[in-house]
């Protein structure tokens, strides 16, 4: 369970509201602003886990369920899609409500990364998406996903990068703090908001964790053999490792 800490911390807040009432054109609309790269790196994170027709995948961070049913289509694994957000949740739930064959192996829930209210080793597999900028204590939480994953089994998540090499960061800067919110508001207040958010918080992320260092965090939270992925010339950074024995 979420404890108090978690739910009230100045970083959770400002994620909540950044993204509520953004549910309704969610998955168009992060397609369309990445110029149709985000879908494509959810696939590599998705192709990562490897899991089998019998195993159980729980994906955090699950927003409108786009890598649970992923997941599901791919694996025909079971999969437990958790979020912080009820709007998020409700609009996966009314997507789900189309596609029945995808439904019966999908549960959602609403619950933090930082304090799962899952057992140890419940899950043999785990997924999470855009999850480390918006959570205070990074390191705490790889060692609390990890906590639920079964030994040996696989952890994979998708982020934002900074391109590489750095000569297309200047283009990279002016896309994040004019093109994005530019092209946001023709969508409303609320996806300009977005678009001014992200690429100072993109910054800020690798700003205290870059790449090398977020190796490090995963190794410490006792995951093996961690392996990252660069696509789209750096623009999104895939990740995995196995749950140390």
């Known amino acids: ?77 079971s999969v437990v899609g958790l979020d912080q957000s009820a709007e998020m949740l409700a609009a996966a739930r009314q997507t789900l409500a189309r596609e029945p064959r995808l439904a019966e192996r999908i549960g959602l829930v609403e619950g933090h990364a930082e304090h799962l209210g899952f057992a ?31 030994p040996g089994g696989r952890i994979a998540s998708l982020e934002f990068g900074l391109p590489e090499p750095p000569l297309w960061r200047p283009l990279w800067w002016l896309y994040t703090r004019i093109g994005l919110p530019g092209a946001g508001r023709l969508f409303g207040r609320d996806w300009y908001e977005v678009g001014r958010f992200l690429g100072p918080s993109i910054e800020e992320l690798y700003d205290r ?37």
Do not use: N
């Open 209 to 245: 964790w870059p790449l090398r260092r977020q190796l490090e965090l995963w190794e410490g939270a006792g995951i093996s053999d961690v392996r990252q992925k660069r696509m789209s010339l750096g623009g999104g950074v895939v990740t995995w490792g196995i749950r140390s024995e």
């Open 120 to 150: 140890d080793a419940e899950f043999d597999h785990l997924t999470f998406t855009y999850l480390l900028r918006y959570v205070d204590d990074p390191a705490a939480t790889l060692a609390e996903l990890a906590r639920v994953v079964r």
């Open 1 to 77: 369970m979420a404890t108090e800490e978690a739910v009230g911390s100045e970083r959770k807040r400002s994620a909540l509201a950044l993204f509520a009432g953004l549910e309704r054109r969610y998955d168009l609309l992060s397609a369309l602003l990445s110029f149709g790269q985000d879908p494509r790196w959810r696939r590599a994170m998705v192709a990562a886990v490897e899991a089998s027709p019998t195993e159980r995948v729980l994906d955090v961070a699950t927003g409108t369920g786009l890598v649970a049913r992923e997941l599901v289509r791919r694996y025909h694994c």
